[in-house]
């Protein structure tokens, strides 16, 4: 359990059940963010000549191999769950950066707060991610294609809005 000098609620064994809990945001943020995000990559898939199947077959290749891509519905749902495995992870980090920075806690608290820092944090998950966790796992350099491109520029409202909108909601809605 995480603890928190700024909201002693959190300190309590029972604050993990109750909404505005470290854990009931982070599973809130990555819930909500895979499934946009999800939404998101599924739709794109379309005007690539792939489909949504495809797309999550492809991101259980990244830890099963090349043979996930014909492994059918029991791959695509490997790659659905490590899907959402990665949204929860990253939500789980926003968190404790949020938590351990005032500074943070204030900018997302401001005026398009949510919107302000999404625009670096989706992008950042975006460059780790592709440049760095999926080249280390399939051997080989990432290519920059326009696809490329509008993945990271999507990551903005599709996974950074998501994360840092559900991780400062108690704080930006405090009667929620």
Not at 77 to 98: C, D, K, N
Not at 152 to 167: A, D, N, Q, R, T
């Amino acid at each position: 359990m995480l603890r928190n000098q700024y909201h002693p609620s959190m300190t309590s064994p029972q604050a993990a059940g109750r909404p505005g809990s470290a854990l009931s945001r982070i599973l809130l943020a990555g819930l909500l963010t895979g499934i946009i995000d999800g939404l998101f990559a599924s739709i794109q898939s379309f005007f690539y000549n792939s489909n949504p199947e495809r797309v999550f077959q492809g991101v259980a290749s990244t830890l099963l191999g090349p043979s996930a891509l014909d492994g059918g519905a029991r791959t695509a749902a490997i790659g659905l769950l490590m899907h959402f495995g990665v949204a929860l992870g990253w939500s789980t980090v926003f968190l404790l950066l949020y938590e351990s920075s005032p500074r943070l806690r204030s900018l997302v608290q401001s005026p398009l707060g949510p919107l302000k820092v999404a625009a670096v944090y989706g992008p950042f998950i975006w460059l780790v991610m592709s440049l760095m966790v999926i080249p280390l796992l399939v051997h080989h350099p990432t290519v920059l294609r326009p696809r490329w491109w509008v993945q990271l520029i999507g990551h903005i409202p599709c996974v950074g809005l998501p994360i840092v909108s559900m991780i400062g909601w108690r704080d930006r809605h405090p009667s929620s």
